[in-house]
């Protein structure tokens, strides 16, 4: 069972998960506190993405307990985890590239009430360059433009739990910057707890309270950044 200071928002413990007859992930145990980032990390191929889309219910776990704000959740599909303060930042982004800015940003009002069918203020002072481009069509922006509105998508849904699948990859350095901007304010807002997959070491390392490392499928180092030194954790994510 993961270790915790009893702020947990996020408790998965022993997490398996098979792809017809192959295993992915074997008994993966993780823990995202609220107001923290939990970095999972490692090389290609390890099960990252695995695990954060089988907490966001959009590959079904064949075992383990996830347990979301103190409740252990069935294996759920993923609207209905959405709905319980799950929402997930894909890798692809799955923008939809014919609808604008501004619908992108409304399908995340489905699984709300009607009467928060809003797109808060805060979502464009985090995202300024959204509410210029509000009109434009999702297929017309650039790559880091799209992931800006991928993550501002995930937010509309007023998320618990925030999963975010390789933020970095293939955006310029200073959307780079900007993203791990808006995550440390996220953090330090205290709402939500933030899981982060991430390949680009020095962003994860700067960004985490707290690491997992996969390897073949199985957490083979995971603690606190008091815990665990900058070397150990680069020598295990190298190998």
Request: aromatic share 4%; proline share 4%.
């Amino acid at each position: 069972m993961s270790i915790s200071d009893g702020n947990a928002m996020l408790d998965v413990r022993g997490l398996t998960l098979h792809y017809g007859h192959s295993q992915i992930l074997h008994g993966v145990d993780l823990t995202a506190d609220r107001g923290k980032v939990t970095c999972v990390m490692g090389t290609n191929g390890v099960g990252k993405t695995s695990l954060i889309r089988a907490i966001a219910g959009r590959h079904p776990r064949t075992g383990g307990e996830v347990v979301l704000d103190g409740e252990t959740l069935p294996r759920l599909p993923a609207h209905q985890l959405a709905r319980k303060g799950v929402a997930l930042v894909s890798q692809g982004r799955e923008i939809f590239p014919l609808l604008t800015v501004r619908e992108n940003l409304e399908t995340g009002f489905s699984i709300l009430p009607k009467s928060e069918r809003t797109i808060p203020a805060e979502i464009f002072d985090l995202f300024p360059v959204l509410k210029e481009m509000q009109n434009r069509r999702g297929g017309d922006l650039s790559g880091g433009q799209q992931q800006q509105l991928a993550i501002a998508r995930a937010l509309i849904t007023r998320p618990k739990l925030l999963l975010m699948d390789e933020p970095t990859e293939g955006i310029q350095p200073n959307i780079i910057q900007m993203i791990g901007d808006v995550i440390r304010k996220l953090r330090d807002e205290g709402r939500m707890a933030i899981v982060l997959v991430e390949q680009y070491f020095d962003f994860a390392y700067d960004l985490a309270d707290r690491f997992c490392v996969l390897r073949r499928g199985e957490v083979v180092m995971s603690g606190t950044k008091a815990d665990v030194s900058r070397q150990s954790l680069l020598e295990n994510v190298s190998v």
